[in-house]
């Protein structure tokens, strides 16, 4: 996925959309090395021809290296980040493969496109979806037939629709968001394929086929049903009908990494500035990002899909099953970019592109081919880098790459009308969900806290804080017609679905193929601010209780209740104190486990079926007390605003205990 704030492709939009960037750090980074650079063919080696003024520069080895020399090492030092590889194909042969900087900061070792490994994410799903086409060209597997004749357990229907293949590679199963367990640096918490799949399977939230919603559970299930298909294990078959064949004897999805490849792998870093090298990360759906391969290898990967699944005289995949794979497309919202049969649509300035992008924790890669003109590129970064420094880098490299090797024709389309665009942004106006959500668990907190929020400007444009340029602030999109918009400063386009005149979803490129936005009831649209109010009104509550004591003891004043009045006042503030514990708490760690997916493992279960247990308890009780308090002070003497804030509280533990039931607060278990 491209650009796109969360790891493996993805995982977690939430990452992004509930945290804030940081200021920018002023530090010191490594001290540049010289690029390493692997010969090229000579026949794809001379120097550029000069282009007339208005032709755009020819794409020779000599222009491709001055330009990406000029940018990438600046680039980097700026974002921080330790090393990077870059491979450009063209017409059949590998034009430049180069590192930059360091593949280990502490060894001073420079990152070798031809021998250091990378970890390209979510990029590894192409190799999957490969491996798919290659059974259906074979006739061991449909692309519509119910995946369940190829398991050995049970994926619910529901409504009778079953998922298919083609659900699968187009991301339309319907399927929550999986997150327990995806990325972690203990091999131990690994475990076989058909084990982590068959331990929880998310359920479908949304109508098969009909909703983008980007799945690493769906694609390890591919990655199973090719296994038990092929009587291989998943690395094995990859291996054997993918990699031999093209030569890629420096890649693999093996975990753990054979020892000869691991000691090639270059470390992960978060900041190049630290300067201290990260655990390798496993991944426990192997199938959607474990993949470990050097920028070379990938080169080969990219000629054997730009040649129709040939590659010298070995062939992948059979011209027609090539061609369907690049070009049957399954729509998102409007006309916007599709999702081909496991690559994205990303055509730019008129050239039809596929392309697929991804990120580990520690890892951020990118791969584009330009089908129609033979070429492709693949970046991929060792580290993350300062304030999303890695997707701003690989998004600006393929947009520069395709405007100066690859233009198209100049000018941007009109404005719509004025009334009418001011009209259409007040009904784009609102707040909206991701349909990469995960629903039936405690990770549901995530989508209230992450809710997509489109904004209505006075001269009749729209924003969305969430999409921002390469300079944090957020894109202004301008409507050109009837419900798209494309951005004011750019390319990207945004749509939308209008279902008797109101927008009910709408989604933006790159995001289109893979997700959308669904328009949320002013009800949950209002979850967020209640939440954060009904929070606050405990908070006080627990303030006062202290506060309130120091002042009758400095002041010397008695307590004035006594009774059912005293006992009420006195387990209501324990009640407020409990209920903001519970839910403080579980918000906490939730947030947490975002930012660091370690937490995500199996070491985490114990307190998140504690923190459920707690709220069980914990929310009933506190709102039925809360109750009972409000009933004894409305009955009272007390004074109005003792009766109000009564009031207030009891409607906070009464909406608390909402949030517990429709956020799976309350129960038992430990899979999201």
Partial sequence: MRVIPFTLCGCLLAIGLISTPKAQEAALVPTAVPPTTVPADPAVSQLPRTPSPDAAPELTRADIEAWLDGYLPYALDNGDIAGAVVVVVKDGQVLLQKGYGYSDIEKRAPVDPAATLFRPGSVSKLFTWTAVMQLVEQGKLDLDA?????????????????MTLRQIMTHTTGLEEQIRGLITSRKEEIVPLGEALKRWVPERIHAPGATPAYSNYATALAGYIIQRVSGEPFDVYIQRHIFQPLGMDHSSFSQPLQPALLAKMSKGYDKASDGKAKDYEFISLAPAGSLASTGADMGRFMLAHLQDGAYGDARILGAATAEKMHTTGQASVGPLNRMMLGFYETSVNGHRAIAHGGDT??????????????????VSMNSNGRDGATGVI????????????????????????????????????????????????????????????????????????????????????????PYLWQDVAGSDRLAADVVDGKVTRFTMEPYAPIMVFERLSTWRSLALPLLAASLA????????????????????????????????????RLAALAVLLSVGGTLGFVVAMLGDLEMTGAGSDKWINLLRLFATVV??????????NAWQVLRSRRRWLAKLWAVLLALSCLFLLWIGFANHLIGYGAYY
């Fill in 361 to 378: 924790t520690l890892f951020h890669s990118d791969l584009e081919l330009f089908l129609d003109d033979g070429i492709g590129i693949f």
């Fill in 394 to 481: 690989r998004g600006a490299l393929v947009r520069g790459f395709a405007d100066r090797y690859l233009p198209g024709p100049k000018g941007r389309a009109p404005a719509l009308d004025a009334a009418q665009a001011k009209l259409h942004a007040q009904q784009m106006a609102g707040h909206y969900d991701s349909s990469r959500r995960p629903q039936s668990n405690l990770l549901s907190l995530v989508n209230m806290l992450g809710q997509v929020k489109v904004a209505a400007n006075e001269d009749g444009t729209i924003s969305v804080p969430m999409a921002t340029g390469a300079n944090g602030v957020p894109k202004k999109w301008r409507e050109i017609s």
């Fill in 146 to 162: 119910d995946v369940n004749q190829y398991l050995d357990f049970k994926i619910p229907s529901p409504d009778g629709k079953p």
């Fill in 619 to 628: 929310l009933p009780v506190g709102a039925a007390i809360s109750v009972w």
């Fill in 537 to 572: 009104v405990l908070l006080l509550t627990v303030l006062a209780w202290p506060v309130s004591a120091l002042v009758r003891r400095h002041y010397r004043a008695p307590y004035a209740l006594s009774g059912a009045d005293a006992r009420a006042h006195r387990l209501v």
